[in-house]
């Protein structure tokens, strides 16, 4: 499974390329309004800064609802960088903006996707990338994790090649559940990628294995 980090902020994603695990990166609106980034030439600059800390693909969001503004934006987006990879909203008009960005041989990821039939749309138009939101589904009280499994059962039913990128993580287990049940990708807050390495046996483990090499210097020396 890629590991893939839901933020716009380059510290953070630095952090999380240096750790030699992340294989790209998702934005969205909210994530860039977050560190303060707006307007078209600084959302624009900040895209190419990103691409140019990671080796993966990065996700970046049209803002336009409209089929033709989202053509439009998600060209310009292409054009910044190849390892773009244009957002889109599933709707009419998106998925719309879907197919014709397949067609060009322009990645896609649709966004927004809460459910089966949604996902089932995005592969059919060709997206390279769905994105099914597991943690807004778990606040509304409805199991995020098994929409990842359904949407994988479709996608095997029928070859799909449409990657199943689990957004919306908000915790450690979210990832290895989503590995279980065969997402492609978790993208996922710096937070619940850096609390995977934390377990209280290695931390012991490690002081142990320490400690004796210490205890057993000293006794050569003596
Ligand atoms: O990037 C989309 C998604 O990951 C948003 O997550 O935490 O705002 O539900 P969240």
Same mark, same amino acid.
């Given at each position: 499974?890629?590991?893939?980090?839901?933020?716009?902020?380059?510290?953070? #994603?630095?952090?999380?390329?240096?750790?030699?695990?992340?294989?790209? +990166?998702?934005? $969205?609106?909210?994530?860039?309004? %977050?560190?303060?980034?707006?307007?078209?030439?600084? =959302?624009? &600059?900040?895209?190419?800064?990103?691409?140019?800390?990671?080796? /993966? *693909? =990065?996700?970046?969001?049209?803002?336009?609802?409209?089929?033709?503004?989202?053509?439009?934006?998600?060209?310009?987006?292409?054009?910044?960088?190849?390892?773009?990879? +244009?957002?889109?909203?599933?709707?009419? *008009?998106?998925? &719309?903006?879907?197919?014709?960005?397949? /067609? %060009?041989? #322009? &990645?896609? $990821?649709?966004?927004?996707?809460?459910?089966?039939?949604?996902?089932?749309?995005?592969?059919?138009?060709?997206?390279?990338? =769905?994105?099914?939101?597991?943690?807004?589904?778990? *606040?509304?009280?409805?199991?995020?994790?098994?929409?990842?499994?359904?949407?994988?059962?479709?996608?095997? $039913?029928? /070859?799909?090649?449409?990657? #199943?990128?689990?957004?919306?993580?908000?915790?450690?287990?979210?990832?290895?559940?989503?590995?279980?049940?065969?997402?492609? =990708?978790?993208?996922?807050?710096?937070?619940?990628?850096?609390?995977?390495?934390?377990?209280?046996?290695?931390?012991?483990?490690?002081?142990?294995?320490?400690?004796?090499?210490? &205890?057993?210097?000293?006794? +050569? %020396?003596?």
């Amino acid at each position: 499974m890629k590991f893939f980090i839901d933020t716009a902020s380059l510290a953070q #994603i630095k952090e999380a390329q240096d750790l030699g695990v992340l294989d790209g +990166v998702t934005t $969205n609106p909210s994530l860039m309004a %977050k560190e303060g980034i707006s307007g078209t030439d600084a =959302v624009m &600059k900040h895209y190419v800064a990103i691409c140019e800390i990671v080796d /993966g *693909d =990065v996700s970046a969001e049209v803002i336009g609802t409209a089929y033709a503004d989202m053509i439009r934006e998600g060209e310009n987006l292409a054009a910044l960088h190849p390892r773009i990879v +244009v957002k889109l909203p599933m709707t009419r *008009d998106g998925v &719309k903006a879907i197919k014709y960005f397949t /067609g %060009k041989g #322009i &990645k896609t $990821n649709c966004t927004l996707v809460f459910s089966a039939g949604q996902a089932m749309l995005a592969a059919k138009a060709g997206a390279t990338y =769905v994105s099914p939101f597991i943690g807004r589904l778990d *606040d509304i009280s409805t199991d995020g994790v098994d929409l990842i499994d359904q949407i994988r059962t479709i996608y095997d $039913n029928y /070859g799909f090649g449409t990657e #199943i990128l689990a957004a919306s993580i908000r915790h450690p287990m979210h990832i290895i559940q989503c590995a279980e049940v065969g997402a492609d =990708v978790a993208t996922c807050p710096l937070s619940a990628i850096t609390a995977l390495f934390d377990h209280p046996l290695t931390t012991i483990g490690l002081e142990k294995f320490l400690a004796d090499h210490k &205890k057993a210097a000293q006794a +050569v %020396k003596a």
